[in-house]
T-cell receptor, first 114, second 110 residues
Framework: NAGVTQTPKFQVLKTGQSMTLQCAQDMNHNSMYWYRQDPGMGLRLIYYSASEGTTDKGEVPNGYNVSRLNKREFSLRLESAAPSQTSVYFC?????????????FGPGTRLTVT | KQEVTQIPAALSVPEGENLVLNCSFTDSAIYNLQWFRQDPGKGLTSLLLIQSSQREQTSGRLNASLDKSSGRSTLYIAASQPGDSATYLCAPNDDYKLSFGAGTTVTVRA
């Protein structure tokens, strides 16, 4: 039981390049989330998927797109990377029922845009 | 928009001392609140989750309290150890989404 996995762990991009961050969970959770963490700040929600087939914007969605590929996988795409997108990206998942349940986080992807 | 504040931003204590970490949030209409631990360069580990109907939650040396009406939560760590050195984040859950504070960075000196 690996929990939440993310690939890659590290990535360096040049301004204008594109890339996709991958996330998968093996806990059969309905909901998945993408956050970014910048130095000295808390995590901020980029996009989330409450259930398979749905996605919604979070607090900082500009410059990103997401795909909920199936119940297990949720990817984050940067179409044209900018230095302001240098950050650590975390994926999380949780069950969703009558009450929201605990969120479980992946190890993160450290992205540098030069 | 939920605003989360954690005080103090950093804390350094000798081993054995009890730790008190404070979290305040502006919107009291929350479902639950999670406390996380983050080690340098690592992901987040969930420590405790308190449902909105609860006042306290305990796990080993950790105890978290929640006063939803005043928008406050406190994490107590008893008899601190050097291995407790990390950043601690609180995150209230409203509208099924977490909002995070900037965290309290704890250093426990041996």
């Amino acid at each position: 039981n690996a929990g939440v996995t993310q690939t890659p762990k590290f990535q360096v991009l040049k301004t204008g390049q594109s890339m996709t961050l991958q996330c998968a969970q093996d806990m059969n959770h309905n909901s998945m989330y993408w956050y970014r963490q910048d130095p000295g700040m808390g995590l901020r929600l980029i996009y989330y998927s409450a259930s398979e087939g749905t996605t919604d914007k979070g607090e900082v969605p500009n410059g990103y797109n997401v795909s909920r590929l199936n119940k297990r996988e949720f990817s984050l795409r940067l179409e044209s990377a900018a230095p302001s997108q240098t950050s650590v990206y975390f994926c999380a998942s949780s069950e969703l029922g009558a009450l929201p349940y605990e969120q479980y986080f992946g190890p993160g992807t450290r992205l540098t845009v030069t | 928009k939920q605003e989360v504040t954690q005080i103090p931003a950093a804390l350094s204590v000798p081993e054995g001392e009890n730790l008190v970490l404070n979290c305040s949030f502006t919107d009291s209409a929350i479902y639950n609140l999670q406390w996380f631990r983050q080690d340098p360069g690592k992901g987040l580990t969930s420590l405790l989750l308190i449902q909105s109907s609860q006042r306290e939650q305990t796990s080993g040396r950790l105890n978290a309290s929640l006063d939803k009406s005043s928008g406050r939560s406190t994490l107590y760590i008893a008899a601190s150890q050097p291995g407790d050195s990390a950043t601690y984040l609180c995150a209230p859950n409203d509208d099924y989404k977490l909002s995070f504070g900037a965290g309290t960075t704890v250093t426990v000196r041996a």
